[in-house]
């Protein structure tokens, strides 16, 4: 074969799966989204957007974004560092640190519910200290900060793994030469992973950062276990108006503003992640 052929014959399945799986689907939700019956129309977005819960919808999964995804970065960064410098046990604690990626979000939100409820852990605890009197209701419209603090904490033990497996396979890639040289000159520690780790893991953290912070604008099992209702997202209010409200061409105007705001954010840390041209260590 060819040779200028072959590399399009070995990406025509890939491109092949992307078009018969994401492309189509992808025409006809913004088929749906642009279009009411009688032609081209924003009548879905304006419904949407000028719906009451939307932008506490939009308010509320900004600030779990904002609240999850840089701890789940600093103690990916502090974990995979960790975990690169053990001589021994590495693949042990690996493994035990990343068993929260076989769990699926709403298995997880269980789990942090199993604490949480009037008849968990949290109330177990508190009554045997002798704090409270009797069970309190913490995921209740009474303790709204109770139940954003649940969500942060279920969304940040189920989804850090999945920064730490980039970030160590991107801290594995780093030449130990650098590392030595440094020390021989007397680096620090912290001048080493400034100086060293954070420039050269730049494309891994793009990576990281990237897949994180859509997943983050996607959240929604984990939500639903712990929130309900008092908790509303914009995954949550695009199942409403799918499965609830029956009315696709809405569900379809918020998947698009879902994936607008991703595209937004991901362009975003593209840019102030970019590796400058020339630049050195």
């Not at 008849?119 to 209701?137: A, E, I, K, Q, T």
């Not at 139940?147 to 989804?159: D, G, K, N, P, T």
């Not at 918020?254 to 840390?269: E, K, N, P, Q, V």
């Amino acid at each position: 074969m060819n040779a200028r052929v072959l590399p399009y014959v070995l990406i025509l399945p890939v491109t092949a799966f992307l078009c018969l799986f994401f492309l189509y689907p992808f025409v006809l939700v913004a088929k749906q989204a642009f279009n009411t019956g009688d032609g081209f129309t924003l009548d879905n977005f304006r419904q949407v957007v000028g719906y009451w819960k939307f932008p506490i919808s939009l308010q509320n999964t900004l600030l779990l974004a904002a609240a999850v995804v840089p701890v789940q970065l600093a103690l990916a960064l502090l974990m995979a560092t960790m975990v690169n410098r053990m001589q021994r046990g590495r693949d042990l604690v690996l493994y035990v640190w990343t068993i929260p990626l076989g769990i699926s979000d709403l298995a997880a939100g269980i789990i942090w519910l199993a604490i949480f409820e009037q008849s968990g852990f949290l109330n177990s605890m508190l009554s045997g200290l002798g704090v409270v009197d009797r069970p309190v209701n913490f995921l209740s419209y009474q303790h709204p900060g109770v139940v954003f603090l649940a969500i942060a904490l279920a969304e940040i033990w189920r989804a850090t793994a999945i920064m730490l497996v980039i970030l160590v396979a991107g801290i594995g890639l780093i030449p130990k030469e650098y590392y030595e040289a440094a020390e021989v000159f007397g680096a620090s520690p912290w001048k080493r992973f400034t100086r060293i780790t954070l420039p050269l893991l730049r494309p891994s953290l793009q990576t990281a950062l990237v897949l994180r912070v859509i997943l983050a604008f996607e959240v929604f099992a984990v939500v639903l276990a712990l929130g309900g209702t008092l908790f509303p997202v914009l995954m949550s209010e695009t199942y409403a108006y799918q499965f609830d409200l029956l009315d696709s061409g809405a569900a379809a105007a918020m998947a698009l503003i879902i994936l607008a705001i991703s595209i937004g954010f991901t362009l975003i840390i593209l840019r102030a992640l970019r590796v400058p041209k020339g630049a050195t260590i």
